[in-house]
């Protein structure tokens, strides 16, 4: 106590000085900023900015749309990086064509969106929101009233906005189809082409010198050669937007066998207590990590798992296990054990009850009225059938006269009262049944085959990851990131026997890396180094990963490097191994001759097409396709030289002959035909060709 109170008195006077330097730094700093706010701008589209207030609410949107459509989901950040993308790339092609319709003239009025709504042949999404799904009709006074009822609720309010916008913009998009469509004509010299490239076939020889024939070793390429090819064929090898390649080594975050031997214990300590418990599902509500129905289970059912056989065959109030499922440890009761129908057909009336799922519903009473006018209506020989329609509350049965089929699997899914007594009553018994849904008139149809079932109580625990191994395996990250620094990553790899995992294709504003999931923090990293450089550990998921940049490739001709060389060589070997071989055959007159100096055969290939561009024999090779029907090429000469995708070819024509015509061409069914086949990808080919002449950037990667 006496040195820190001596190091308080002797710097108490310099550390104060020092405070209110620091203080004087930071307001100064803020009045610096205050003349300069940071900008908001996450993109431009053909010049117009976009500002991230739009984009993150254009997010949530989508989030809000996704939990709408299912309550139990969970956004996690693998789907945030692909909403993000999704979001941006949505928000890019809604610009283009916004700014497409105001050239053309293409609205939607207020009067048209509403006769969209409420209208005599109104949207489809509004016919399916807005049916009665009491009487299965559709009413636009009856809808008009209940989005007007949404208007009034901020949190509906907001729904419905989103909801009629999307429904504007898939009309404009649709009428914008409807005008791309309409301008597809096709002339009859097309027709006539498409005819004859259908119908001719050519019948060739042909003898093939393949690549092979040239050692690689034969065939030396420089970095000038391979820049020269690059720059006669400089749309073949445009990068349009820069990216980053790393190579990576993941430890998975795993349980040890320390940790697994520390739940089994656990399971051990329980499994005497689960044994004489008398209330199973409250016993496995108290200590299972992972609640599983108690249920009646087939053997089928339980072939995932190791001991299928030893659950099915032991004893009522025997606890099997603990044993693994692959992901957890578990205890297994034996509560029950029944020959149950392996399946059921059976056909319900629901009169719903009203609840907060379902506010539409009838009172208990009322619902206890209806139903039983339902059963004495029945018994009085009307139509089940009929009654199923008018009555029936379950959207999925009412117009299958209220008919189910259900294996014994699904069971335990349904409603206790409705499972037990389809499957434990009999063929032909009729019952009222009442669910958390409301009441159900039951009939049993037909009962399947008895299968021996057990009602099994499961109790799991998960293998959790302890902190100790946690720690281990970070450590062990760490070092490795350590002794692959300087050059030294592969090498640390392979002294460890881990294999790097290639991950290419990163570009500025990424979110997920491929092969291991949402990280933005090692896409930012990967931009920020230079190559060879070796990342931190990073946490991905359940991994802990250390990077090597491997690669770079920025905007323009893509660059000549350890990573594009090899598939870059290829193509310029491949092209000089062409040269020699037109050299080496060279005033060679017939096939045989060259055939003969190659050491090769002299081949024939019937029903060549030239739709097929695929020749019996040789494979895709379409250079040697469109000589064989090249109009100056004549029968029994010898083509010059062609330079395919395996070898080198020379071709002779034996004879082009055209398919007999069973029946006249029919102009207008073929011109129907090859419009409808354009105009199914015409709208995409226009919007994709906007995306292209377009001038987008896209900056997100500075604020996120």
């Known amino acids: 106590m006496a040195v820190i109170q001596k190091i308080r008195d002797k710097y108490a006077k310099l550390a104060g000085a020092l405070i209110v330097i620091a203080l004087v730094g930071f307001i100064l700093t803020d009045l610096g900023r205050s003349g300069r706010s940071q900008s908001t701008t996450i993109g431009k589209i053909n010049g117009t900015k976009v500002d991230v207030k739009e984009y993150e609410a254009a997010i949530r949107l989508r989030e809000d749309e996704i939990r709408r459509q299912n309550p139990s989901a969970t956004i996690d950040d693998n789907m945030q990086a692909q909403l993000r993308d999704q979001v941006w790339n949505q928000m890019v092609n809604d610009k283009l064509m916004a700014d497409i319709n105001e050239k053309l003239g293409i609205t939607v009025t207020k009067a048209e969106l509403k006769d969209l709504i409420s209208g005599a042949n109104p949207d489809p999404s509004i016919r399916q929101a807005f049916t009665n799904p009491q ?75 393949p690549y092979t024939l040239i050692n690689d070793n034969e065939v030396k390429v420089t970095d000038e050669e391979i820049k020269k090819y690059m720059e006669e064929r400089k749309a073949m090898f445009q990068v349009k937007e820069p990216s980053r390649s790393i190579q990576y080594v993941a430890f998975n975050i795993v349980p040890s066998s320390e940790d697994s031997a520390r739940v089994f214990a656990e399971l051990e300590q329980l499994k005497a207590e689960f044994a004489t418990a008398t209330d199973n599902e409250a016993f496995v509500n108290r200590n299972s990590q992972t609640q599983m129905p108690v249920a009646y289970y087939t053997k089928q059912q339980l072939q995932s798992l190791p001991n299928a056989d030893e659950l099915m065959s032991a004893p009522v109030n025997t606890v099997v296990g603990p044993f693994s499922d692959g992901t957890n440890l578990l205890l297994a009761k034996i509560t029950e054990k029944k020959t149950l129908p392996d399946s059921v057909k059976c056909r319900h009336i629901l009169v719903a009850v009203q609840s907060q799922q379902n506010p539409n519903g009838l009172s208990d009473s009322a619902a206890k009225k209806r139903i039983d006018s339902v059963v004495a209506m029945v018994k009085s020989g009307v139509s089940f059938d009929s009654l199923a329609v008018r009555y029936s509350d379950d959207p999925g049965s009412k117009d299958k006269g209220g008919a189910y089929d259900f294996p014994l699997s699904q069971k335990s899914g349904l409603a206790k009262e409705f499972g037990d007594f389809i499957f434990e009553g009999r063929t032909g018994e009729t019952k009222v049944v009442k669910t958390d849904f409301g009441y159900h008139y039951i009939e049993i149809l037909k009962q399947g085959a008895p299968e021996s079932s057990s009602k099994i109580a499961f109790l799991a625990k998960d293998l959790a990851v302890s902190e100790t191994t946690n720690n281990a395996l970070y450590t062990k990250a760490t070092q490795f990131a350590g002794k692959a620094q300087g050059g030294a990553f592969e090498k640390a790899a392979k002294e460890n026997g881990y294999i790097p995992v290639p991950a290419d294709g990163l570009n500025e504003n990424s979110f997920v890396v491929n092969g291991l999931g949402s990280s933005r923090d090692m896409v930012k990293w990967a931009y920020g180094a230079k190559i060879g450089d070796v990342s931190p550990v990073y946490t991905i998921n359940d991994k802990y990963v250390v990077a090597r940049l491997s690669g770079i490739m920025e905007a323009g001709l893509a660059p000549i490097n350890a990573q594009t060389r090899p598939i870059l060589e290829s ?97 207008p069914i073929e011109r129907q035909m090859m419009e409808l086949q354009v105009r199914n990808n015409a709208a995409n080919m226009v919007i994709n060709g906007l995306r292209e002449s377009a001038e987008v950037k896209d900056t997100r990667g500075k604020l996120y």
Request: aromatic share 10%.
């Open 135 to 209: 009487t299965g009709i559709f009413n636009p006074q009856e809808a008009n009233a209940r989005i007007q009822e949404m208007k009034k609720d901020p949190e509906t309010r907001k729904m419905w906005e989103a909801f009629e916008s999307d429904l504007v913009k898939r009309r404009y998009s649709s009428k914008f189809n409807a005008l791309v469509a309409g301008g597809i004509y096709v002339p009859k010299f097309m027709l006539d082409d498409q005819f004859s490239a259908r119908n001719n076939m050519a019948r060739i020889s042909y003898v093939k010198l």
């Open 571 to 667: 193509y310029v070997r491949k092209m000089k191994k062409a040269r020699l071989l037109m050299e080496q055959t060279k005033g060679k007159g017939s096939l045989d001759a060259i055939a003969q100096a190659k050491g090769q055969q002299v081949g024939v290939a019937d029903s060549v097409s030239f739709l097929n561009g695929f020749i019996p024999g040789l494979g895709a090779e379409p250079k040697v396709v469109g000589y064989a029907f090249n109009k100056g090429f004549r029968e029994n000469t010898v083509s010059p030289p062609i330079q395919g995708q395996e070898g080198v070819y020379y071709i002779s024509l034996l004879g082009r002959t055209q398919k007999p015509l069973t029946e006249e061409r029919n102009i």
